[in-house]
Each structure stands twice: as structure tokens, then as C-alpha cells.
T-cell receptor, first 114, second 114 residues
Framework: EADIYQTPRYLVIGTGKKITLECSQT?????MYWYQQDPGMELHLIHY???????EKGDLSSESTVSRIRTEHFPLTLESARPSHTSQYLC?????????????FGQGTRLTVV | DAKTTQPPSMDCAEGRAANLPCNHSTISGNEYVYWYRQIHSQGPQYIIH???NNETNEMASLIITEDRKSSTLILPHATLRDTAVYYC???????????????FGAGTQVVVTP
């Protein structure tokens, strides 16, 4: 049973607002990820983190930012939301090493900017 | 990480076995084959993974060819709840030099019909 949670599940917000999407995991995983996915399209990695105080940009450029102050928490922030940010955002985490590692995903946040 | 090729879609009758192919001709020796699925509007769910031996768990079986250039995910008795997009991913172990990020392609849309 995966213990990774995203809030809110759905968010409709006006242009120009600042928003933070929350992601928390209780598995003690060092590695965490944010993916962006438009309806019917592929998942694209936008941010990842090796551990506390570590954040890196993913393969898809994003105007969002992330922080990793605590192991269990990996929030994503948009300083000024725009309609082009409308998408589903998925958070994931995984064990730090070894070969038998799988990634656990949250249920996602579906963001609509109007 | 090596690229994978999957058919865009396939149908399967309920109760029958679903065989999902994946080509990964450029896979390297230390890369594992992972399968995930994504049910509509949810986060991806881990199914199974393997290196070169066939693997089986409560969800599915994974058959990897001897040359490791292709694999098949088998859902032994498909149910309506198995309707989802199935992703085949080739991934190196997470070591200090490789953080083992998951790169999702387009996947195969599987529709299980009554």
C-alpha cells in the first residue's frame, strides 16, 4: 500500500494567483519526483530530488519551483498561475538505491487555471 | 536509459489473457524492464519488473526474451478493472551515479471488453 499523498486533488484558480501543490510520503524515501501530464498525453518529469536540500530540474522545462526541507515533504509552487499551467501534476517517491526499487505515485492534482 | 516501443492500443476480452508486447532493442546489461499501468485520472501503479529471468507476481507475469531485446507482460485473466494505459520502461538501478529516473513513453491503451 503506497503512502504518498497529494493535496488538493482538484484545484480551479484564477490567473495570477500563487499556488502550492502539496506532496507528502510516509515511507522515508529519499528520492521524490514531480511529473506533469496533459489529458491523454505522456508523463513528463519536471522536478526531482535526491534528498533534503536537493532539487533538480527534470526533462521538461517548467515555471514551477520545488523545495525539499523535510524528507517527507516535496511541495511544488507556481508563483503566478497561467492558463498554460492547466494540467495534472503527479508526485512520486522511491527508495534511495538497490535494484529492487519501484516508484510510488500519488493520486495527482488536477489543476485548472482560468 | 534505453527507449521502448509499444503498440498504441489493444483490446482484450474479459476473462482472457492479455499479452502486451514491448521492444527495447538498445537495452544495456544492467538495465531492468519495469511495467506500470495508469488507470484513468489516477497515478501510475507499479506492476512488475525483471532483469533477464521471467517473473510472476499476483498481478501479472513478465516474459523477457533471451537476448533481452523484447518482453511481454501477461495479464492472465483480464477484468474490466484492468482497462488502463500500460507503460513499459527500461531503467538502470539507482546508484550513486544514476538516480534511476522513470521516463514514460506513450504506453499501450488496453481496453478490456465484456
Amino acid at each position: 500500500e503506497a503512502d504518498i499523498y497529494q493535496t488538493p486533488r482538484y484545484l480551479v484558480i484564477g490567473t495570477g494567483k500563487k499556488i502550492t501543490l502539496e506532496c507528502s510520503q510516509t515511507m522515508g524515501h529519499d528520492k521524490m519526483y514531480w511529473y506533469q501530464q496533459d489529458p491523454g498525453m505522456e508523463l513528463h518529469l519536471i522536478h526531482y530530488s535526491y534528498g533534503v536540500n536537493s532539487t533538480e530540474k527534470g526533462d521538461l522545462s517548467s515555471e514551477s519551483t520545488v523545495s525539499r526541507i523535510r524528507t517527507e515533504h516535496f511541495p511544488l509552487t507556481l508563483e503566478s498561475a497561467r492558463p498554460s499551467h492547466t494540467s495534472q501534476y503527479l508526485c512520486a517517491s522511491s527508495d534511495p538505491g538497490g535494484t529492487n526499487t519501484e516508484a510510488f505515485f500519488g493520486q495527482g492534482t488536477r489543476l485548472t487555471v482560468v | 536509459d534505453a527507449k521502448t516501443t509499444q503498440p498504441p492500443s489493444m483490446d482484450c476480452a474479459e476473462g482472457r489473457a492479455a499479452n502486451l508486447p514491448c521492444n527495447h532493442s538498445t537495452i544495456s546489461g544492467n538495465e531492468y524492464v519495469y511495467w506500470y499501468r495508469q488507470i484513468h485520472s489516477q497515478g501510475p501503479q507499479y506492476i512488475i519488473h525483471g532483469l533477464k529471468n521471467n517473473e510472476t507476481n499476483e498481478m501479472a507475469s513478465l516474459i523477457i526474451t533471451e537476448d533481452r531485446k523484447s518482453s511481454t507482460l501477461i495479464l492472465p485473466h483480464a477484468t474490466l478493472r484492468d482497462t488502463a494505459v500500460y507503460y513499459c520502461i527500461v531503467r538502470s538501478p539507482m546508484t550513486t551515479d544514476s538516480w534511476g529516473k522513470l521516463q514514460f513513453g506513450a504506453g499501450t491503451q488496453v481496453v478490456v471488453t465484456p
